[in-house]
């Protein structure tokens, strides 16, 4: 909709401005990131390359763990086989690395194939070497679903903070299960999933409605804002225009993942297709920066 | 949340590629306490991780090979379960061909039913000695019997059924076919050959629960388009729906040619096991030998009954006579299936006991595990 008032054209105008010139200015401490490649396969490739260099340069030890916060689905799928591939060549450990995953079903066996325990286990954790009592994944069979949200919170708190949070984004600009509506200073909670998402994911449960589970247990807004540094790995067209109103759009609770705009430091990591809904001098300057970006990953040679 | 420490060992096999699902899948392998175990509860809920990692360094990791018919020396059987470890044979059945009544009385409660260190004894095949004369092979003629009075003629030739596991008889052998359906409810394994039956007359001891064909096409009648006889029971319309008819095949290329081979694997694929009908002969040198009754002579790696041209069982190890996911099944799966124990053996799924072998990529046995114990590495 479109202002018709002369004040508030200006101020239309003027949060306009304001959104693109947070997007100048330097790289380092206070700036959105946003990391253009080409295809999916390398967005996994790269944000791989920087989990990799942040922990090394981390220097994790047993006084000093790096705590990751971990997103599921297909697109860090590709990060996660990566991320194995480096370990198996001796570039990473998770010896003292920590892990807090976003969200998890409610209700759903925990060795059910759509469980994100199971995607954890089987896409991840059986390929490295990370101690299993420094992973944790919400339990959606808790007997208690509040309690163990708090508790989680708690084991966040304990472990010094999230250094960095890994999250995806949905169609609808949702992270975790953040979906349009949830409170931009939220906590780990239950959530009831909207009907848009519920019918996404029939297609994994024999399109019957039925055993689609229809609460999920979730990191909040505030939670994932907590962290040292958030990631945000989006790729494909489908995704495009939640990216746009992602970061060139205001921050709104009904798109989520613009929250963002307010962390410090905010790495956002995108193939061409997810950029079809900015605009085109956004993406120029972005990929005009690419220089100075790959200085984040410089360490890690390709192999 | 149960406790990591404790003796048992938790082992990771890992960089391996495992039988399971019917094919090769690249996964790890985890064993404890002697079973094969699920990693994810140990994972999320235990909260371990592996005490000993080992490497297989890209080795086929299948479930160890059942054999059901060894011949040997039943009083070296300790001497033959360890020697079988080497061609990948985790569990077998000592097999006793036709004898006296008194050998069965004195040897078979001297069996022993654990071996140490080597391949795990399932129970006894008794062949014989209700076979067909006619077809006896290297059978002595003269301990030769039929089943006159079902269950109490056959306590009076064995003595005790307790150890034995496998009964290969011929059915027209047998007055009263219900004897079959009595020893099937024992829990032994009724198993049809050495025999001149018709197929209707081996359909009729299927039908009474007899569940396996003792080495196809050797010491039987051969297919005939007319009476295809018990190699038509691999195609027979008359078998329970809820049945399957395994058939032990000799496959070193001697007992069986290729082609006959392919035939049984292309009629009836499901029901066809690996068997070797080895001796204690396995690996002899050429010469003299004895075998239950009757004096063997090893020829040019062929072993005959002494003095003449019948065939007397295969040395060859198992592990020539297997090429593939399937032949490993035939070798592991199917066997345990007949004998009912698929839960425990023949396969590598989780809570089945840890009996496994490394293979390279020829098949050739690298390394046998018992009971989660290395019992042979090469």
Same mark, same amino acid.
């Given at each position: 909709m479109y202002p018709i008032h002369l004040a508030e054209v200006f101020d239309y105008f003027l949060s306009m401005l304001n959104n693109f010139i947070? &997007?100048?200015?330097?790289? *380092?401490?206070g700036n959105m990131r946003l990391i253009i490649l080409d295809t999916s396969q390398s967005v996994g490739k790269w944000a791989a390359k920087y989990v990799v260099k942040r922990i090394n340069d981390f220097q994790p030890g047993p006084n000093k763990y790096f705590v990751l916060g971990l997103p599921t689905g297909s697109t860090p799928l590709g990060m996660y086989r990566e991320l194995i591939e480096f370990h198996k060549q001796g570039k990473?450990? &998770?010896?003292f690395v920590k892990t807090f995953n976003m969200d998890e079903y409610v209700?759903?066996?925990? $060795? /059910?194939?759509?469980?994100y325990h199971y995607f954890m286990w089987h896409n991840f954790f059986k390929h490295i070497d990370i101690e299993p009592k420094n992973v944790h994944i919400l339990d959606g069979?808790?007997?208690?679903l509040v309690a163990e949200c708090n508790q989680f919170e708690q084991q966040i708190k304990e472990a010094g903070g999230v250094e960095l949070f890994i999250g995806g984004i949905g %169609? $609808?600009? /949702?992270?975790? &299960?953040?979906? %349009?509506?949830?409170?931009?200073?939220s906590r780990t909670r239950v959530k009831t999933l909207a009907q848009d998402t519920l019918e996404a994911n029939a297609r994994f449960f024999d399109n019957d409605m039925s055993k689609v589970p229809k609460q999920a247990l979730t990191v909040g807004v505030g939670t994932v804002m907590d962290s040292n540094e958030v990631m945000i790995l989006i790729t494909g067209a489908h995704k495009a225009f939640a990216l746009y109103k992602a970061?060139?759009?205001?921050?709104n609770h009904m798109w *989520?993942?613009?929250? &963002?705009?307010? /962390?410090a430091n905010t790495l956002m990591i995108c193939d061409e297709?997810? *950029?079809?809904?900015?605009?085109v001098k956004t993406v120029k300057y972005f990929k005009s920066l690419m220089d100075v970006h790959s200085k984040l990953i410089e360490q890690q040679k390709t192999t | 949340m149960a406790s990591c420490s404790g003796d048992s060992r938790l082992i990771q096999f890992f960089n391996c590629r495992l039988v399971r699902d019917h094919r090769l899948v690249e996964e790890d392998l985890w064993v404890r306490n002697g079973k094969i175990i699920n990693p994810e509860p140990i994972f999320f809920d235990e909260r371990c991780k592996a005490h000993t990692l080992i490497n297989c360094e890209g080795a086929i990791i299948a479930p160890g090979y059942i054999d059901l018919q060894i011949n040997g020396k039943l009083q070296g059987v300790q001497k033959v379960a360890r020697g079988l470890v080497k061609s990948g044979v985790t569990s077998f059945c000592p097999t006793l061909v036709t004898s006296p009544n008194d050998t069965y009385h004195t040897i078979l409660p001297r069996i022993p039913m654990h071996t140490d260190r080597g391949a795990g004894v399932l129970g006894v095949h008794?062949? #014989?000695?209700? !076979?067909?004369p006619q077809k006896k #092979?290297?059978?002595?003629?003269?301990?030769i019997q039929s089943i006159d009075n079902g269950l109490e003629t056959l306590c009076e030739t064995?003595?005790?059924?307790?150890?034995?596991k496998i009964i290969t008889l011929? +059915?027209?052998?047998?007055?009263?076919?219900?004897v079959i359906s009595e020893l099937v409810e024992a829990g032994i394994v009724v198993s049809l050959g050495h025999s001149m039956a018709s197929l209707s007359d081996g359909e009729r001891a299927v039908q009474h629960g007899a569940s396996l064909i003792t080495h196809?096409?050797?010491?039987m009648l051969p297919f005939h388009h007319r009476d295809p006889g018990l190699v038509g029971l691999l195609a027979? @319309?008359?078998?329970?729906?809820?049945r399957t008819v395994y058939f032990g095949i000799i496959a070193d290329g001697v007992h069986t040619h290729p082609a006959a081979l392919r035939i049984a694997y292309r009629t009836h694929c499901q029901g066809l096991i690996l068997v070797? @009908?080895?001796? =204690?002969?396995? #690996?002899l040198e050429d010469g003299i030998h004895h075998i239950g009754q009757l004096p063997l002579e090893v020829k040019q790696g062929k072993a005959f009954v002494a003095g003449s041209d019948t065939l007397c069982g =295969? !040395?060859? +190890?198992?592990d020539e006579c297997c090429s593939q996911v399937f032949a490993i099944e035939a070798a592991s799966l199917h066997p345990a299936r007949c004998l009912r124990i698929e839960a425990e053996k023949?396969?590598?799924?989780?809570?089945?006991?840890a009996d496994f072998i490394f293979l390279n990529d020829e098949l050739e046995v690298l390394a046998t595990w018992i009971g989660g114990v290395c019992v042979h590495a090469k």
């Amino acid at each position: 909709m479109y202002p018709i008032h002369l004040a508030e054209v200006f101020d239309y105008f003027l949060s306009m401005l304001n959104n693109f010139i947070r &997007f100048l200015g330097n790289d *380092t401490g206070g700036n959105m990131r946003l990391i253009i490649l080409d295809t999916s396969q390398s967005v996994g490739k790269w944000a791989a390359k920087y989990v990799v260099k942040r922990i090394n340069d981390f220097q994790p030890g047993p006084n000093k763990y790096f705590v990751l916060g971990l997103p599921t689905g297909s697109t860090p799928l590709g990060m996660y086989r990566e991320l194995i591939e480096f370990h198996k060549q001796g570039k990473v450990s &998770f010896q003292f690395v920590k892990t807090f995953n976003m969200d998890e079903y409610v209700g759903l066996p925990r $060795d /059910h194939a759509e469980s994100y325990h199971y995607f954890m286990w089987h896409n991840f954790f059986k390929h490295i070497d990370i101690e299993p009592k420094n992973v944790h994944i919400l339990d959606g069979n808790a007997a208690d679903l509040v309690a163990e949200c708090n508790q989680f919170e708690q084991q966040i708190k304990e472990a010094g903070g999230v250094e960095l949070f890994i999250g995806g984004i949905g %169609p $609808d600009g /949702h992270i975790a &299960f953040n979906e %349009p509506g949830s409170s931009l200073v939220s906590r780990t909670r239950v959530k009831t999933l909207a009907q848009d998402t519920l019918e996404a994911n029939a297609r994994f449960f024999d399109n019957d409605m039925s055993k689609v589970p229809k609460q999920a247990l979730t990191v909040g807004v505030g939670t994932v804002m907590d962290s040292n540094e958030v990631m945000i790995l989006i790729t494909g067209a489908h995704k495009a225009f939640a990216l746009y109103k992602a970061i060139e759009e205001g921050v709104n609770h009904m798109w *989520t993942v613009s929250a &963002f705009q307010q /962390h410090a430091n905010t790495l956002m990591i995108c193939d061409e297709d997810a *950029t079809l809904e900015l605009r085109v001098k956004t993406v120029k300057y972005f990929k005009s920066l690419m220089d100075v970006h790959s200085k984040l990953i410089e360490q890690q040679k390709t192999t | 949340m149960a406790s990591c420490s404790g003796d048992s060992r938790l082992i990771q096999f890992f960089n391996c590629r495992l039988v399971r699902d019917h094919r090769l899948v690249e996964e790890d392998l985890w064993v404890r306490n002697g079973k094969i175990i699920n990693p994810e509860p140990i994972f999320f809920d235990e909260r371990c991780k592996a005490h000993t990692l080992i490497n297989c360094e890209g080795a086929i990791i299948a479930p160890g090979y059942i054999d059901l018919q060894i011949n040997g020396k039943l009083q070296g059987v300790q001497k033959v379960a360890r020697g079988l470890v080497k061609s990948g044979v985790t569990s077998f059945c000592p097999t006793l061909v036709t004898s006296p009544n008194d050998t069965y009385h004195t040897i078979l409660p001297r069996i022993p039913m654990h071996t140490d260190r080597g391949a795990g004894v399932l129970g006894v095949h008794v062949e #014989g000695p209700f !076979i067909n004369p006619q077809k006896k #092979g290297a059978h002595p003629e003269h301990c030769i019997q039929s089943i006159d009075n079902g269950l109490e003629t056959l306590c009076e030739t064995y003595g005790s059924l307790e150890r034995i596991k496998i009964i290969t008889l011929a +059915p027209e052998q047998v007055k009263e076919l219900a004897v079959i359906s009595e020893l099937v409810e024992a829990g032994i394994v009724v198993s049809l050959g050495h025999s001149m039956a018709s197929l209707s007359d081996g359909e009729r001891a299927v039908q009474h629960g007899a569940s396996l064909i003792t080495h196809l096409f050797n010491a039987m009648l051969p297919f005939h388009h007319r009476d295809p006889g018990l190699v038509g029971l691999l195609a027979s @319309d008359a078998i329970p729906a809820d049945r399957t008819v395994y058939f032990g095949i000799i496959a070193d290329g001697v007992h069986t040619h290729p082609a006959a081979l392919r035939i049984a694997y292309r009629t009836h694929c499901q029901g066809l096991i690996l068997v070797t @009908d080895a001796i =204690s002969a396995l #690996g002899l040198e050429d010469g003299i030998h004895h075998i239950g009754q009757l004096p063997l002579e090893v020829k040019q790696g062929k072993a005959f009954v002494a003095g003449s041209d019948t065939l007397c069982g =295969s !040395i060859a +190890p198992m592990d020539e006579c297997c090429s593939q996911v399937f032949a490993i099944e035939a070798a592991s799966l199917h066997p345990a299936r007949c004998l009912r124990i698929e839960a425990e053996k023949g396969t590598l799924d989780f809570g089945s006991d840890a009996d496994f072998i490394f293979l390279n990529d020829e098949l050739e046995v690298l390394a046998t595990w018992i009971g989660g114990v290395c019992v042979h590495a090469k």
